[in-house]
């Protein structure tokens, strides 16, 4: 069966977002001073084939850690999409 896995990789808190900090500034130059704060980070969509919904939340969390985000400088979320 085909699953569709949404995943999003974010900086963590902790963290400077040098590419968040820029992105503020592009937006405070625009009049748009209202934002307080930006953090940029990536959104994943995986079509993964597998025998469950679970094995393919697995499959999703496997590559997460093996090459999608860096756990040093990086937290992720799994989410299951229909």
Excluded: W
């Excluded at 592009?26 to 940029?40: E, I």
Aim: no cysteine; net charge negative; charged share 25%.
């Amino acid at each position: 069966m085909t699953y569709n896995v949404q995943i999003k990789v974010m900086p963590l808190k902790d963290l400077l977002d040098p590419q968040g900090k820029a992105v503020l500034g592009g937006l405070r130059n625009l009049g748009l001073g209202a934002v307080s704060d930006v953090r940029v980070g990536k959104h994943i969509t995986l079509q993964v084939e597998a025998e469950s919904e679970t094995q393919a939340k697995q499959l999703a969390e496997d590559a997460s850690k093996k090459l999608l985000a860096n756990p040093v400088m990086e937290f992720y979320e799994i989410e299951m999409i229909n």
